[in-house]
């Protein structure tokens, strides 16, 4: 099995040090796709990033990320949408196939969701033809449920496809396994966005049982209860072949040296995924 | 403020002894409807509790619990329906508003989601008749996806709805602030249940921010961030005035003295529910 349908997301390898020693580590086991975290091209600079990733001839399958567009004020979301420029400038650079969002939860003191909802939906839409003209597709990442208060108001696949929609050309989603696999309307909204051309990108890893933490105990594939190649043949039959990107927040995982995770993530992609 | 809206889910003070005391606790804060778990009747024999509940004429807003319909084998969806027609009579014998079914997640070994929710579908048709002749309504409790893996496969409001419709008469949901505050469809399926008259409880909590463990931090009313008035005005407005039932897991509650809990629970119910 070629490992062309597997990118890294850095995310599961950050103990690895800065952007290039990840680069090489990825490539050592033959891994040509990745995603990197803003923190980690600023680390070498965005040039010495764009760089590494044109001569080893790497994809990236998305940048980490923009989004947070919630603020308690005006000023907050107008810098919120000023450092969602920067990111969709970095990710132009790098040619990534989109800028993934964490869209944001409610502002500090806050109980309004709706109107953290509607913060997201005219953060974007003020955002939007800036990375249109960059050729960078925004890719919303609905988060679980359980992140609602304080990453990302935006849940579910359909709630997301239902704004992508509202805003038209140059949005989609980005599907993590680890998000959506409970959601009892999945089939139809994979289905949905695929009609639609809205897949943007496809996150793997696990959901273990039970779970300890409840941001840092993502699990390896193969080592929890989500069907992942049932998963993934129903992305592909709605129409989306880029990369599978592994994204693993887990203390367990972080604690391990990178050559062993990538080593498990690449037997794991050839057997389970 | 009459306390006549208020409930006390056992689980919120299980650190206040057997059910007697227990409800001796309540009543010495004004409390006379309460939630039970079927161990607490269990500890007094169903005869005794029965008993206390009907001298002290106290409402019982719910039982707690049954459901766990999912099992890898037949014998063990079997033994579930028995257990659960036991729990549907406790809750006749006390006179419950309904039965709460925690309706069980994956089977042990299993990645099949769909089959989990079948198996759901399954039982509650089986055990539907059993609690018509009773006069005992079933009340699924979805609960947040967090859960879908080990605790309840049916996590939104929608979902259970759809079952309730197929299943019929006899079924509605319990309605947990905690579970579907995240909801972007919340509005509408509460609506929905309210037309059909398919609320049969309303249990609150809040949510913290952090939430630093999934199972044990749920947060007193006004601690978190759900605007609790506004839900509540939205259930009422649905035509459901039944008491809102407090059920909070909690590591820091169950440390405390259940004197001071109950006290802190009374004194938010007055101010932020």
Redesign the interface.
């Known amino acids: 099995m070629s490992l062309e349908g597997l990118s890294i997301n850095f995310a599961t390898v950050r103990q690895g040090g800065d952007f290039g020693a990840i680069v090489d580590a990825c490539l050592a086991h033959g891994i040509t796709a990745i995603s990197p975290w803003r923190e980690q091209v600023h680390g070498v600079g965005l040039a010495e990033a764009a760089r590494i990733v044109e001569r080893n001839g790497l994809r990236l399958s998305g940048h980490c990320r923009g989004g947070f567009f919630p603020a308690p004020d005006a000023e907050g979301r107008r810098l919120a949408i000023e450092d969602n420029k920067r990111a969709v400038d970095e990710a132009a650079a790098m040619k990534a196939d989109c800028l993934v969002l964490v869209v944001g939860g409610?502002p500090a003191g806050?109980?309004?969701?709706k109107g953290a909802?509607q913060m997201v939906e005219d953060g974007m839409a003020e955002l939007l033809p800036y990375a249109r003209a960059a050729g960078v597709p925004l890719a919303i990442e609905p988060l679980?449920?359980?992140y609602?208060?304080?990453r990302a108001?935006f849940?579910?696949l359909?709630?997301s496809l239902d704004l992508c929609d509202r805003l038209g050309s140059g949005t989609g989603v980005a599907i993590d396994v680890y998000h959506v696999?409970?959601?009892?309307e999945l089939e139809e909204q994979v289905a949905r966005a695929g009609r639609n051309g809205q897949i943007l990108a496809h996150h793997i890893c696990d959901?273990l049982?039970?779970?300890?933490?409840?941001l840092n105990d993502r699990g390896m594939m193969g080592d929890g209860?989500?069907?992942l190649k049932a998963f993934r043949a129903m992305i592909e039959a709605a129409g989306f072949h880029g990369p599978q990107e592994v994204e693993i927040f887990s203390h367990r995982w972080q604690a391990r040296p990178v050559d062993e995770v990538l080593a498990t993530v690449v037997e794991r992609f050839k057997t389970v995924c």
Chains 1, 2 share one sequence.
């Open positions: 409610l806050s109980r309004d969701l909802r679980h449920p359980f609602a208060a304080d108001c849940n579910t359909k709630q696999w409970w959601d009892p959901w049982v039970p779970t300890t933490d409840p209860v989500i069907d």
